[in-house]
């Protein structure tokens, strides 16, 4: 790296107030993320320890130099994979910089003005990419679709800072806990697209060989089905948030899904 970009970099550093910010260098799009820490709340672990559920396993608590250095490390060992992520152009204990890996994918299957074919497309890839982690015996932690990122006929993972126990929770685990995050980003599409949850997962299925998912999926669907039920109650209903409500409309599917094992 010459100097006249690293002093641009510190500078951009020094001078945005955003924890992720991006800037243009040479007409080259580069993104900046400063060091941040991670932790659950205690309403959150509350919640985990009551009724077990995999969506909302608590993430372990770094500091944000311990965050950093676990982010770093991991693109750089999902790259080793095979796992597209994008490059890490300066790093340092601070902040690192990364290459621009396009739009997430959020972006393109939220327009309430989407194409199926489009939605489906997107969906689809990102599955494809999820699937590429899971196959490598790895876990992405924040599978979103606002996680992961489209550019040059690819699909970039993003926003790797995220960790888990793993001495008390397995890999299968964490690759379900992915996989759900996934399936539930895809309830705020906004467009008028039926969204085909049992062929997505049994493409998921297809391409990994975690055969046992779908059998996952619809025993925590029975597990929260009391609440599905309260969910529908006018009363209770006015009271929930779009997320609550959204969260429940895809355990409802989850539920009337076929369980072929």
């Not at 039926?194 to 669907?221: M, P, S, V």
């Amino acid at each position: 790296m010459n100097k006249g970009f690293e002093e641009f970099i510190l500078n951009e550093y020094k001078n945005s107030s955003s924890e992720i910010t991006s800037f243009f260098y040479n007409d080259k799009k580069y993104w900046l993320k400063k060091a941040r820490a991670t932790k659950s709340s205690l309403t959150h672990k509350i919640y985990y320890k009551l009724f077990k559920l995999e969506l909302i396993v608590p993430v372990e608590e770094k500091n944000a130099k311990d965050a950093l250095f676990f982010e770093t490390n991991k693109l750089i060992k999902f790259k080793s994979l095979g796992i597209e992520v994008p490059s890490i152009i300066f790093k340092n204990d601070d902040f690192f910089v990364l290459e621009d890996s396009g739009k997430n994918i959020n972006s393109y299957i939220r327009k309430r003005d989407a194409k199926e074919i489009d939605i489906n497309f997107y969906i689809k890839e990102s599955i494809n990419a999820i699937s590429n982690i899971h196959r490598k015996n790895e876990y992405h932690g924040g599978a979103q679709a606002r996680n992961l990122t489209y550019k040059n006929q690819k699909v970039y993972a993003i926003d790797l800072e995220d960790s888990f126990d793993e001495r008390n929770i397995d890999l299968k685990t964490l690759q379900f806990r992915d996989f759900l995050l996934f399936l539930l980003s895809l309830t705020k599409v906004r467009a008028k697209v039926e969204i085909d949850y049992e062929e997505l997962i049994n493409r998921y299925i297809e391409q990994t060989g975690n055969t046992d998912f779908k059998k996952r999926l619809n025993k925590l669907a029975n597990k929260i089905y009391f609440f599905i039920k309260l969910s529908k109650v006018k009363f209770i209903r006015k009271r929930l948030g779009n997320d609550v409500l959204l969260f429940f409309k895809l355990f409802e599917i989850l539920y009337n899904l076929k369980d072929d094992n």
